[in-house]
């Protein structure tokens, strides 16, 4: 069976060995030849010396969802060679350093071995200990070029894009590349049956990860202090943020930053930064993960009662507690929605490309500021860490900042009875005012405690109660302003629908498209936002059954659905995966076949 | 309940050289119990910002929570205040900060809100030397919920209950020079005279100023036993210094003797007059003041005046080399790089 640009491949490295540059050299030139294709870095976490994977799907249909099974397996990580070894599929192919020979206890017959003495190789050609070392990488790379039918081009140009103004790295690396695809061709049969061809299937697409995408909407949304607490999976968001404003944010006279970082002693701390920053009328976010979201909980009730815009970013890893900080999940949902104690809710943002983390972080500003609240991104590690094939980020330079109901001085002037919390215009909105903005009108005090329309304490209940109600009311506004949700039908086809979110979309629609195929049509909605919109709730009223596709335990979207849109829970079923891979279409199905089977 | 200030204001109150007299300066009437140390400090702000001639409303005012954390509400009605959550005002003052360099920055906190749930916000914005007058109201025990011993509570010192406190006290200002606060004071609320210059001088002051305040709970810590009390503090105080504040445009023509007094300026061009009442201790003098604290906390005594100053301090946004431009200011001319720089960043992901 011809395997054309269809497989999975999976590299099995040792941290801390310089494999990552290699092995993205080895999906970017698949991309450069015009094939979809995904990866995903499987790690511990750990610096150095424990195992590492990285996993490739090549699909000439576009499915970037994880997929299990590998087809060919790379292995130079003798720690996890026997379990590297019995997870490649029948038929499959193991790739391995014949320096030294294999156990034969560990050999099947079922797959090809395919050795390639990488050590032996570099050791001969190379001197300097470092290169013997990191070229072990690009010579693999090389071997799979020629069995996979990978251009030589496409990764040479790579290799002198990555290594611009290092010239001199250019030549021994190109070299490596070489040792490694004449071995296989003086040794072995070339190309596989697995194999890549030339496409035109990713277009004008991108190749980023969602962290950086979301730190760039945010220098493009004109956020200028981030605060921030190293956590993984969320640092390589402010990172992103940092790169970028290094680069585009600098004043062309003075060369000083028009932006400023701090990494703060906590996420306490950084919350409160991005909550003092706001309130002083500068956009500003936090990026952490869940034990960070733990933290700030006090705070996000704060801004929710006193009322203040923040921006945060969760990239959720697995929980609880410390749990598998560099595995995926979609878990703190409902932590989210509530944070704080005392009635709260807070709008959320879930992106599920970069491209969409892009355009999700420059509107929570907006959101933000219009709504006067706190407005919460939530990704996954999976899109946060991982590369991902994506639309073009794009910015229209017609927009503008809205920066909501702020009075400015002439307002102020004109006005004669101003109170920070009055709502005027019935929205649940009121109009609030930026310290030093008059000399003697505007000023109110900001507090987490009971405060009346004028801001002053107040423990009266009926004043408490009007006030906790508008925030309902504002609540309610919110719904309109959020993002609708996409659907993947014109109009209802089915009496059954899934629902799913976020990162879980590209198993989702591979499992859709399967089961279309299979002649079992279902409709379904991603969801992008909370508050709900009323097209979440009509989808789910003209459905009678459906399946809600979410990667925790507990089936927290469907509860957060269940709770506030008051369904009955029977109709919702769950469609879950939380060992911290990410879903699989196989699953999905799975999974809805056999709830099919028996009765709900 | 909310007091209200009457609004009256008679013709012939002193003015300012901006047209403020004092009253603009107050806040609303205190709910703290009759005698509270606190109503002094709060005093004591609306004074010294009215000498110094600051416009109310380019200061912001910030606390924590408690007793202490209320009394923004009791001075400069005319600035914007955030009382926030519990020992976490320095975050809040920290981006309040970042996102407009040019305004003044008055923290309030308490002994509980900075030494105890607040200690590590507190020890951050020290060494980062955020530009900002941090006032501890310190009266070594929690007001609000009925007298409970504080971290600064003295070793020995005896609670209203009659109980002596067996753990060691926090001493805030020997922490803050530890940690490399580039402005520290001590001073006592019943001491106006010494406690008006010192909070002009550390709003004066480029960077981290702490005022230290002992500030005696006269419902739950002003017993005899306390070393919080009204009567203990007088009979301990021990000034290091007298200081007159000498605004910028104010010339200097006394004469002084070299070895008691000493001239510093102060970033903005300001001058502290201090006298010298010990001889070992020098203000710039790391060292001196380290030992003066330790000798004076061996004989029970509580320094006060100025202790430390470095006037070669170099605020946060200066070490961050944030633009002048206060950041809120921003447009998005200067912010938003616009779809040209976009498109070249996607070719270079391509």
């Known amino acids: 069976m011809s395997r054309i640009n269809d497989f999975v491949v999976r590299f099995a490295n040792v941290n801390g060995t310089g494999s990552a540059s290699a092995n993205y050299l080895f999906a970017k030139s698949i991309f450069r030849m015009g094939i979809p294709v995904s990866a995903k870095n499987i790690f511990p976490s750990n610096i150095q010396g424990l195992p590492t994977w990285y996993e490739v799907r090549v699909s000439e249909k576009g499915y970037l969802g994880s997929k299990k099974g590998i087809d060919i397996m790379l292995s130079v990580n003798p720690q996890s060679l026997r379990k590297d070894i019995s997870s490649v599929k029948a038929g499959g192919y193991f790739l391995y350093d014949s320096t030294k020979p294999l156990h034969e206890e560990y050999l099947r017959d079922d797959i090809h071995f395919i050795g390639v003495p990488l050590m032996e190789i570099c050791n001969r050609e190379f001197t300097d200990p470092r290169q013997k070392q990191l070229f072990k990488n690009t010579v693999y790379v090389g071997a799979l070029a020629v069995l996979l039918d990978i251009d030589f081009k496409e990764i040479e140009t790579l290799l002198s894009e990555q290594f611009e103004g290092r010239e001199k790295l250019i030549t021994p690396n190109v070299k490596a590349l070489h040792l490694g695809g004449d071995y296989i061709k003086n040794n072995f049969k070339y190309p596989l049956e697995f194999r890549v061809e030339r496409r035109d299937l990713v277009k004008d697409w991108i190749m980023i990860d969602g962290n950086s995408a979301a730190g760039l909407g945010a220098v493009y949304a004109g956020a200028t202090v981030v605060s921030w607490y190293p956590i993984t999976p969320s640092t390589s968001l402010v990172s992103g943020f940092e790169d970028y404003a290094k680069k585009l944010r600098k004043d062309p006279v003075t060369g000083k930053n028009n932006f400023s970082i701090v990494q703060a002693e906590d996420e306490l701390a950084a919350i409160g930064m991005a909550i003092g920053a706001n309130w002083n009328g500068a956009r500003s976010f936090t990026a952490t993960s869940g034990p960070g979201l733990s933290l700030m909980n006090e705070f996000l009730g704060l801004a929710y009662f006193a009322e203040i815009p923040v921006v945060l970013v969760d990239v959720q890893r697995a929980g609880p507690s410390t749990g598998m900080p560099t595995r995926t999940q979609q878990s703190d949902i409902l932590m989210a929605a509530y944070a704080s104690h005392g009635d709260t809710k807070h709008v959320l943002l879930i992106p599920s490309t970069p491209a969409e983390c892009f355009d999700m972080m420059a509107a929570s500003f907006d959101l933000a500021e219009i709504l006067q609240t706190?407005?919460?991104?939530?990704?996954?590690?999976?899109?946060?860490?991982?590369?991902?094939?994506?639309?073009?980020?794009?910015?229209?330079?017609?927009?503008?900042?809205?920066?909501?109901?702020?009075?400015?001085?002439?307002?102020?002037?004109?006005?004669?009875?101003?109170?920070?919390?009055?709502?005027?215009?019935?929205?649940?909105?009121?109009?609030?005012?930026?310290?030093?903005?008059?000399?003697?009108?505007?000023?109110?005090?900001?507090?987490?405690?009971?405060?009346?329309?004028?801001?002053?304490?107040?423990?009266?209940?009926?004043?408490?109660?009007?006030?906790?109600?508008?925030?309902?009311?504002?609540?309610?506004?919110?719904?309109?302003?959020?993002?609708?949700?996409?659907?993947?039908?014109?109009?209802?086809q089915s009496d059954m629908g899934v629902i799913f979110f976020g990162t879980t979309r590209y198993a989702a629609e591979e499992a859709l498209d399967i089961m279309g195929e299979n002649g079992h049509k279902i409709d379904a909605m991603r969801i992008k936002s909370f508050p709900f919109n009323d097209e979440v709730e009509a989808f789910i009223e003209t459905h009678e059954k459906i399946y809600v596709i979410e990667q925790n335990r507990d089936a927290q979207m469907r509860t957060l659905l269940i709770n506030e849109l008051e369904i009955n829970p029977k109709k919702l079923i769950k469609v879950l995966n939380f060992d911290g891979t990410p879903i699989t279409a196989d699953l999905i199905i799975q999974q809805i076949n056999y709830s099919e089977t028996v009765p709900a | 309940m909310t007091y209200i200030r009457p609004q009256f204001q008679h013709p012939l109150l002193p003015k300012n050289s901006l047209g403020y007299n004092r009253k603009d300066y107050e806040g609303s009437l205190s709910t703290l119990c009759a005698g509270c140390g606190h109503d002094s400090i709060s005093a004591a702000v609306v004074e010294a910002c009215f000498e110094l001639e600051i416009e109310p409303h380019k200061v912001a005012k910030l606390s924590g929570i408690g007793c202490s954390s209320k009394t923004p509400a009791y001075f400069l009605s005319n600035s914007h205040g955030f009382n926030s959550v519990h020992g976490r005002m320095p975050s809040v003052a920290t981006g309040a900060n970042l996102a407009n360099r040019d305004l003044v920055y008055l923290g309030v906190s308490g002994d509980g809100d900075t030494a105890s749930i607040g200690m590590g916000q507190f020890a951050h914005v020290v060494r980062r030397n955020l530009n900002m007058t941090y006032i501890v109201m310190n009266n070594g025990c929690y007001g609000l919920t009925k007298g409970q011993d504080s971290a600064t509570a003295d070793y020995g010192s005896i609670s209203k209950a009659g109980q002596a406190n067996m753990f060691e006290g926090i001493d805030l200002c020997g922490l803050a020079i530890e940690l490399g606060a580039t402005f520290v004071a001590q001073s006592f609320s019943g001491d106006k005279s010494q406690l008006i210059p010192l909070i002009k001088a550390a709003l004066s002051h480029s960077g981290f100023a702490l005022i230290n305040v002992i500030s005696p709970c006269v419902t739950f810590n002003n017993n005899p036993g306390s070393t919080k009390s009204y009567d203990y503090v007088r009979e301990h105080n021990e000034a290091l210094s007298s200081l007159d504040f000498v605004p910028v445009r104010e010339e200097i023509v006394t004469e002084y003797n070299h070895t008691q007094v000493r001239f510093v300026e102060m970033h903005d061009g300001s001058m502290l007059k201090l006298n010298k009442l010990s001889p070992e201790w020098d203000p710039e003098d790391k060292l001196s003041i380290v030992i003066a604290l330790n000798k004076a906390r061996e004989k029970d005594e509580i320094l006060t005046g100025l202790l430390y100053l470095d006037t070669k301090s170099i605020e946060l946004n200066d070490l961050l080399n944030t633009t002048a431009t206060p950041l809120n200011q921003l447009t998005e001319k200067e912010l938003c790089p616009g779809s040209d720089v976009l498109e070249g960043i996607n070719e270079g992901l391509r």
């Open chain 1, 374 to 492: 706190p407005v919460i991104m939530l990704t996954d590690l999976d899109l946060g860490m991982n590369d991902h094939m994506s639309p073009p980020l794009k910015w229209d330079d017609q927009r503008t900042y809205n920066r909501g109901k702020v009075l400015n001085e002439t307002e102020l002037e004109n006005t004669l009875s101003w109170g920070r919390y009055v709502d005027k215009d019935g929205d649940g909105i009121p109009y609030r005012t930026i310290p030093a903005t008059h000399p003697s009108k505007g000023a109110y005090f900001t507090r987490g405690s009971s405060h009346d329309e004028k801001a002053n304490y107040s423990e009266d209940s009926d004043t408490y109660v009007r006030i906790m109600n508008r925030l309902l009311r504002k609540f309610e506004t919110a719904k309109s302003m959020v993002p609708a949700p996409d659907f993947y039908q014109t109009e209802n």
